[in-house]
């Protein structure tokens, strides 16, 4: 096992890790950022070092500096969190080449599947559905007229490198296709540095469910079940549940399956997520693959009680699986809710500042992941997440009725979060009835 890890991260996943370590007895370093200076969460590594200024670009996405301060500290694995350099398949070679384990799958796995294109492509030769669409990314005006005549209007361009929700734009007419082509390359690269796109079929009213993976080096591969994340915001996650209300045992067994078959044909080692579209009709499509940890873990972690934090630390360690398909059974219904410093009356408008009251709720079932504390100054320059809220109960509805009485108790002020928009979702009877789809929030919110 190691002895002790950099987690190369920051906020509500940096603490996270850092309290998996400290329960594996491994020693913990953060790194932090000027603008993170002080944080309360950092006194909870055993060691802390500045890696430079308040942009992601002058710190958490400086992998040499990030290198070298593991190399300093004596660390021997590097934990990448989600976002900054997690899904950089460089990234995780070059620790790898300095001696540092990358806790994640390795920078040719990362590469097969990380890019949406090569991953669709991997997707398409396991014979696990994809959407409608270009093969790989395109070649030039006639590449892409032709294939977008072929799968017929509405289609979706998507940036090969793309994620969080950006680089995605819906073209309805032929006559707007190759203008809109083009601002999609420069904002790509712009925001990901590779101007390669690609267009799949735009799927009408869609559920996102996704399976989570954990593999090993020895050769195990398991699913932990589904996650439904069919509350979306601009393509963003909002809430996610487990399990998805919209399928059935068939369609979940099917699922998983083809999850399970994507890993192994790509030698995929560490927890992974595989998303898919449901459609009307019940059918699903592969979209793409997320080689890292994702922001709702803890959904799975509760329908199952597997710390995935720790089984990605023991991977990376090289220690077998503690569990394996038969074992894994997830029971009971839960919900997470994201709260982002967002004032969701001005279009999600990201809203930071200075906390001053701070009251996170408890009870039977909570768990509440948040690296917030009353007195804490939110900073504009990152990702608006301040804390999660899971609740687990027997069932759905259970579960609908604890979140709502969660959202009711929790106090954050001054600054504008997403709860009372949560709040609203839970009251909503479409949400209780199990029917809503992707673009539930822009229509009926
Ligand atoms: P998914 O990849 O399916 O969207 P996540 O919600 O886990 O799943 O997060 C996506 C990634 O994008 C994460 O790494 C997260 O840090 C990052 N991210 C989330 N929200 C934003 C945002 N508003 N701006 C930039 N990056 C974001
Ligand atoms: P990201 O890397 O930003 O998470 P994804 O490919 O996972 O990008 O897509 C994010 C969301 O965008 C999906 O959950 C879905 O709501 C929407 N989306 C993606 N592809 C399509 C599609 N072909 N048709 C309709 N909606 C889509
Ligand atoms: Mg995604």
Do not use: W
């Not at 894994?328 to 500042?353: K, L, M, S, T």
């Not at 996170?360 to 909570?366: A, E, T, Y």
């Amino acid at each position: 096992m190691f002895r002790r890890v950099l987690i190369a991260n920051r906020g509500e996943i940096a603490l996270r890790v850092v309290r998996a370590c400290r329960e594996l007895c491994i020693e913990s370093v953060c790194v932090f950022s000027e603008e993170d200076r002080g944080a309360h969460y950092l006194d909870l590594a055993d060691r802390a070092v500045c890696i430079g200024g308040p942009a992601p670009k002058e710190s958490y996405l400086k992998a040499d500096r990030i290198i070298a301060a593991a190399e300093v500290t004596g660390a021997d694995a590097i934990h990448p969190g989600y976002g900054f350099l997690a899904e950089d398949a460089a990234f995780a070679d070059k620790c790898r080449a300095c001696n540092i384990e990358f806790v994640g799958p390795t920078g040719d796995a990362m590469r097969r599947l990380g890019d949406k294109a090569s991953a669709r492509a991997v997707a398409k030769k396991a014979k696990v559905p994809t959407i409608p669409g270009s093969e790989g990314t395109l070649e030039d005006d006639n590449d892409t007229i032709r294939v977008a005549e072929k799968i017929g209007f509405p289609v979706m361009i998507k940036a090969s490198a793309g994620g969080g929700g950006r680089g995605m734009r819906v073209v309805h007419d032929k006559t707007d296709l190759l203008a809109a082509i083009k601002q999609a390359e420069q904002e790509a690269e712009g925001a990901f540095n590779s101007n390669a796109v690609y267009i799949e079929k735009y799927i009408d009213r869609p559920r996102h469910v996704e399976v989570q993976l954990m593999a090993d080096t020895h050769g195990n591969v398991v699913h932990l079940g589904e996650r439904d994340c069919t509350i979306q915001r601009r393509y963003q996650k909002l809430i996610e549940e487990a399990p998805s209300p919209a399928i059935d045992a068939r369609t979940r067994k099917d699922l998983c399956a083809a999850a399970v078959k994507l890993a192994r044909v790509s030698g995929y080692t560490s927890a992974g997520t595989v998303e898919f579209l449901l459609d009307r009709k019940g059918k699903f499509y592969f979209i793409e693959v997320n080689a890292r940890i994702q922001v709702e873990h803890p959904v799975t972690e509760r329908t199952t009680g597997i710390d995935l934090i720790k089984a990605q630390i023991r991977s990376a360690a090289g220690e077998a699986l503690a569990f394996n398909q038969r074992s894994i059974r997830p029971d009971g219904h839960v919900i997470e809710c994201r709260i982002n410093a967002e004032d969701p009356d001005q279009d999600f408008r990201p809203c930071a500042g200075l906390i001053e009251r701070f009251r996170p709720p408890g009870g039977f079932g909570v768990r509440i992941d948040t690296h917030v504390h009353e007195g804490c100054m939110i900073s504009p320059r990152y990702d608006s997440l301040i804390a999660k809220v899971i609740v687990r109960q027997p069932t759905r509805p259970e579960a609908i009725r604890a979140m709502q009485r969660c959202l009711d108790e929790f106090v954050i002020a001054p600054i504008k979060t997403t709860i009372p928009f949560l709040s609203r979702v839970m009251a909503h009877p479409d949400f209780a009835a199990g029917t809503v789809d992707t673009g539930f929030v822009e229509r009926s919110m």
